[in-house]
């Protein structure tokens, strides 16, 4: 497949590369790393194998055109560019596969290209963009993936095959919905506390962050399940987004809570992208992280007071960053 990568920080580098590896014609649409990339390729560091891969570059869409499948890895904060990076890379035949956390990014998507060029992937996978084209992977990898407008399709299998191929695993699901929700039930606890934590326990269960309040260090995930406390909210918090998710008719299993905690523990002090976007000074994905998730669970009167408090005091985080990024 002739396949284009739009957003190579961590997550599209590392896919990429894989792909890139097994043999695709694979396209890096890049920005700042694009002079490293282009002389050096990208760089994996990983337990199964360090390696290397030379993909094509460009710095415009133009330059790459139509593909077959277009892997969108973007953070979500830079949604707005949508309409101006991919329209050189879709054909009518092209698949756009967003990697991105949260809820909405399909639609948006949806709403530019119509519903049935759509698909989503879940990523469980830990990730580090340690330098300009070097990625460390750490643990996990597993993508889920469906289509946004109903069942799998033929072509939805091929492209799981071919990620399968590349040496990482892959699920087809016919319910994207419920897939989603149980990777919130991840990211809302250790994407949310590891930059709210910053701002104090206090602060996290109160919802409340003066302009004042100092700000601490982030929280990797290590910490938040060492000490009972901050432990104690990530169970809340998967909790109350498995009841959000029950509210509007996705019926996630409550035991994802504890097999997402095992899964955390094996990570060891993992710095979640949140925090690690938060701690250089850029804007935090809080609509389709944490603002969707609680205005559906209002909409449907699910009780979620601890993402409430957490959403507010996030909010307050990302305003005092856009302030004075130097603070964090």
């Keep these: 497949m002739k396949i284009a990568v739009v957003g190579c920080g961590a997550l599209g580098s590392y896919y990429g590369a894989k792909l890139c590896r097994d043999g695709h014609d694979v396209w890096f649409l890049l920005r700042s790393d694009y ?20 993909p094509r570059c460009a710095k415009t869409p133009g330059e790459i055109g139509v593909c077959d499948l277009v892997i969108i890895g973007l953070k979500t ?33 949806a709403a530019l290209f119509g519903p049935e060029k759509v698909l989503g992937g879940l990523c469980f996978v830990c990730l580090n963009r340690i330098a300009p084209g070097k990625i460390q992977h750490i643990a996990h990898g597993r993508i889920v993936m469906g289509e946004f407008a109903g069942a799998a399709k033929p072509r939805t299998h091929e492209i799981a095959f071919a990620i399968r191929h590349s040496g990482v695993p892959c699920d087809v699901t016919d319910d994207l919905a419920l897939a989603h929700w149980e990777k919130l039930v991840w990211n809302i606890p250790f994407n949310g506390l590891g930059v ?12 409340e962050l003066p ?15 060492a000490d009972p406390k901050w432990e104690t909210l990530v169970r809340e ?41 938060f701690e250089r000074g850029q804007p935090l994905e809080l ?21 409430k408090n957490l959403c507010a005091v996030l909010r307050r985080l990302d305003e ?5 990024p130097k603070q964090v």
């Design 237 to 277: 918090l998967m909790m109350e987004t498995i009841a959000a998710a029950h509210g509007i008719g996705v019926k996630v299993p409550e035991s994802a809570a504890e097999v997402q905690l095992n899964r955390t523990r094996e990570m060891g002090a993992y710095r979640a992208s949140t925090l690690i976007g």
């Design 287 to 307: 609509n389709s992280l944490f603002f969707e998730p609680l205005r559906l669970a209002e909409s449907a009167n699910v009780p979620v007071p601890r993402l």
């Design 77 to 109: 904060t830079a949604n707005d560019q949508f309409s101006k990076l991919l329209p050189p890379l879709v054909g009518d035949n092209t698949a756009i596969l967003t990697l991105q956390n949260g809820l909405g990014n399909e639609e948006e998507l």
């Design 211 to 225: 302009d004042d309040a100092p700000i601490g260090s982030c929280l990797t995930t290590d910490i938040l399940l």
């Design 196 to 207: 709210a934590g910053a701002a104090g326990y206090d602060a996290v269960i109160s919802g």
């Design 35 to 54: 002079e490293v990339v282009k002389q050096q390729g990208v760089e994996v560091i990983t337990a199964g194998g360090d390696f290397n891969v030379r």
């Design 320 to 324: 005092r960053t856009a302030r004075d």
